[in-house]
Structure formats: structure tokens, C-alpha cells
């Protein structure tokens, strides 16, 4: 098979996928949820348990771990990395390798109409608001409300979006 004909998509059949999704190559999805009209571009990795609603933009290098939820019309800039655990570790009090039930899932939410700017990064537990624009390079560390715009590390809230539509 020719370099160009090499199709670089890893997509597990536990995906559930709407229609007209697009997904760029060399990406990653498995045991997660795509809604319809989404387009994943590449070097993406949505792993299990994710969802990613309708008419939603997840731009390249980004990372969508297990328990986060994003909502429909939703934009994710480039490399945008999501957390799920605020006290990672790699063993356990034994000093074995952890698995899976060795911890728990901290669950994020990014609503409706949301924007995550180029490089942030969200932490687990905390959800983004319906409209709400975080810009480039914050740290999401706590919740931020429905119709702002919110910057830097930590994020905070500048402004309100006095124009609901955009």
C-alpha cells in the first residue's frame, strides 16, 4: 500500500459516532461518544467514557480524557489538554503499578456554545459555562460561569459577553 493510501485513524469499534463526523488522521478515540456534524482533527486522543456533543470543533493536538463531557457547539483550540484526577500518582501505597480501581474519575463539564483557547489546560472536576470563553494559554482551576471571558493561570473572569449570540 502506497504512503498516501495508509489510513493513521485509531478508531475502536466501542466508538459511538453521529453522522457526518470527521476525524483527521492520527488520532486516537475509543469507548467515547462523537455527535453529529463534529470534526476531530489530528493527533487527537478521546479515550473512553468521553463525550463530545454536536457541531462541536476539536482542534489538533488536543487531549480528551475519561469524564469529560462537552456540550454541543463547542470549539477546543489546538492542544488543549483536560485532567481528570487532582492527585495523579503512578503506584499505589504497595508500591504497585495502579490500575483502574485505584482511583476514581474526577467528571468536567464544558457547555454549550463554550470556547477553550489554544493550550489550555482544564482541570478535572470544574465546569466552563454556557458561552463562555476561555482564552489561550489559561488554566481552568475552577468553575467559570455562563456568558464570560476568562484568562491566565488561574483563569479568571475579565468580562462578561454582553452579545449572547457569539
Known sequence: MAEKEKDFRCIADSVKM????????FTNLYGC???DNTKVGAFVEIQKNAEIGKNCKISSHSFVCEGVKIEDNVFIGH???FINDKYPRAITKSGALQTESDWKVERTFIKKGA????NSVVLSSVTVGEN??????SVVTKDIPDNVIAVGNPCRVIRKIEDKSR
Open 132 to 137: 463562555s470563553i476561555v482564552g489561550a494559554g
Open 18 to 25: 453521529g453522522k457526518n463526523v470527521k476525524v483527521f488522521q
Open 79 to 81: 492542544g488543549v489538554m
Open 115 to 118: 470556547s477553550i483557547g489554544t
Open 33 to 35: 461518544k462523537i455527535g
